[in-house]
């Protein structure tokens, strides 16, 4: 059985693109950007959750809203979170420099083991965020959340996975 993917995440993709080139900064200064942090949200593989989620998630945690600036869907639509132009809440000492971003997943369907859930459009979103933002922010360096706690977010190695990505500088 061949699974097709859909082109509509490549769209979605493109329209986050355009809309991140007209982005707004706050008092027109931009946040310096050293470090692009990858997420899940150790949710159980294939369960819907929205940004709307996550964000009720961080409020009821104290948070004023969600911390992430990206949220990468099942299907690899890409959503907005917090603007990018505001300091992110998402990994501890690194989140005045860094933009966080989350994909959806990460535990086993019963949701007891940790798991790479990536679906295939996700795999393809994400690398084509994390190309968008390395060429806004070329000297960003593509980081796990693993690397900065003993969590294991996301459920794979981010850091490892897009190493070359975070060695080039693209323009």
């Known amino acids: 059985m061949q699974h097709k993917i859909s082109i509509w995440p490549v769209i979605v993709v493109l329209l986050v693109v355009v809309s991140m080139m007209g982005m707004s900064t706050s008092g027109g200064r931009q946040r310096s950007i050293d470090e692009i942090i990858v997420h899940c949200t150790a949710t159980p593989a294939g369960r819907e959750v929205t940004v709307a ?72 979103a994400l690398r084509a965020l994390l190309m968008e933002l390395k060429r806004r ?24 996975e897009y190493l070359n990505l975070s060695n080039t500088t693209l323009q």
């Open 137 to 160: 922010y070329p000297h960003a360096v593509i980081r796990s959340h693993r690397d900065f706690s003993s969590k294991a977010c996301p459920c794979f190695d981010a850091t490892k």
């Open 53 to 124: 989620d996550i964000d009720r998630w961080h409020r009821q945690r104290g948070f004023r809203r969600i911390g992430y600036h990206y949220v990468v869907y099942l299907n690899g639509s890409i959503h907005p979170g917090r603007p990018v132009h505001e300091v992110g809440a998402h990994c501890i000492g690194h989140n005045t420099h860094s933009i966080g971003i989350c994909y959806i997943g990460g535990l086993s369907t019963d949701g007891h083991h940790v798991e790479d859930t990536r679906t295939e459009a996700q795999r393809l």
